[in-house]
C-alpha cells in the first residue's frame, strides 16, 4: 500500500483559516527589503500555484530553482492585520496543527 502524501500546495489549501509560521524574514519589494521579523505567526487566507505577476513579498529560500518550484506557493496571508500575497517555501514554513 503507498501512503499518499499532500504536495505543500495542497497541504495549505487544506488549512485555509489555520494558521502558519514562517521561519524566516520576509522580503518586501518597493525599496522596503527585509522585515527583521522571523518567525511570524499568519493566518492562511487561501494558497495557489505560483504565480509571479501577483506576490508582492518572497520568503527567504536556500534551495535549488527545480526543488523551489515543487515546494514553493503563492500564499494569501494575514499579515499585520492586512492579507498579502507571498511567495513562500516550505522549508521555510511551519503549518500549526488545531490547538483547540
Known amino acids: 500500500m503507498t501512503e499518499n502524501k ?3 500546495l495542497e497541504q495549505l489549501q487544506s488549512h ?5 509560521q ?11 527589503g527585509w522585515d527583521n521579523t522571523p518567525g511570524r ?3 492562511i487566507l487561501n494558497a495557489t500555484a505560483v504565480r509571479s505577476n501577483t506576490a508582492a513579498t518572497v520568503t527567504t529560500t536556500t534551495t535549488t530553482a527545480a526543488a523551489a518550484v515543487r515546494s514553493t ?7 499585520d492585520g492586512s492579507p498579502q500575497w ?4 516550505e522549508q521555510d514554513t ?7
Request: aromatic letters at 16%; proline letters at 0%.
Open 22 to 32: 514562517l521561519k524566516t524574514q520576509l522580503y518586501w519589494y518597493g525599496a522596503r
Open 16 to 20: 485555509k483559516g489555520g494558521l502558519l
Open 86 to 89: 507571498i511567495w513562500i517555501a
Open 41 to 43: 505567526i499568519c493566518l
Open 6 to 8: 499532500m504536495t505543500f
Open 73 to 79: 506557493a503563492t500564499t494569501l496571508l494575514l499579515i
Open 94 to 100: 511551519e503549518v500549526l496543527n488545531d490547538i483547540f
